[in-house]
């Protein structure tokens, strides 16, 4: 089963390794993991909240579908790497994934019960 490496960020401030099956989305597999990644629209290809950097195991996905990169456009710091956590299915590679800033602080607004009482974030 492909292994996933979440990159640390300002809110996971450990790498995080999840092993996952195949066709689970990167967006699933965060959830899983207890990884901070925005969802401001359920998954449905709707937004850019879930906005990633696929900087290990890139080629290994599939290619991303119209929509995908129309909503892909919406984000910010969109590089080569770009992918939308809730479109981009696992394969059989081992990836390294950075979830953007941009997806984190989304999080932090769409799930504030994860707040802490000094403002901190409770994954």
Known sequence: MPVI???PTFLTPDE???EVEPGVTLQEAAEEAGVPMGDACG????CSTCHVHVVEGFDSLEEMEDEEDDILGKAEDVQM???LGCQTEVADADLKVRITRESQVAF???HPEHRGREGEIEV
């Open 5 to 7: 490496r979440f990159m």
């Open 16 to 18: 995080v390794v999840i």
């Open 43 to 46: 998954g449905n290809c709707a």
């Open 81 to 83: 790497v770009s992918r």
């Open 108 to 110: 932090i607004n769409e």
